[in-house]
């Protein structure tokens, strides 16, 4: 007999999980975390989101691994653009925020 998969409601998403927190905590923690890791959150905010990661294997794991993405991009040797690609680049990037 094949198990049937269950269908997770909105009520499921926000049930605490095995780490006594709820996984809307680790969304509010991801949606912040571009601010966090540039410092640009208040010091109450920056407590509530190491208090989450030293109680969240999952979320600090995800942390460590983008800072050491962001330290390895910092580091690559990137090649600079041309002043044509840089216009062409940032007219297609005009079009597309005004198509949305």
């Known amino acids: 007999m094949r198990a049937t998969p269950r269908v997770m409601t909105t ?15 680790c969304i509010k923690v991801l ?17 509530e989101i190491r208090k989450h990661l030293g109680a969240c294997p999952n979320c600090e794991v995800f942390v460590t691994s983008l800072r050491e ?16 690609v840089k216009a062409r680049i940032r007219r297609e990037i005009l079009k597309a925020v005004r198509y949305h």
């Open 31 to 47: 949606r912040r975390l571009s601010a966090y890791l540039d410092e640009d959150l208040s010091v109450s905010i920056c407590e």
């Open 69 to 84: 993405t962001i330290s390895l991009c910092r580091c690559a040797d990137i090649p600079s653009l041309s002043p044509s």
């Open 11 to 25: 009520r499921q998403t926000s049930a605490p999980s095995h780490h006594g927190h709820s996984k809307a905590q």
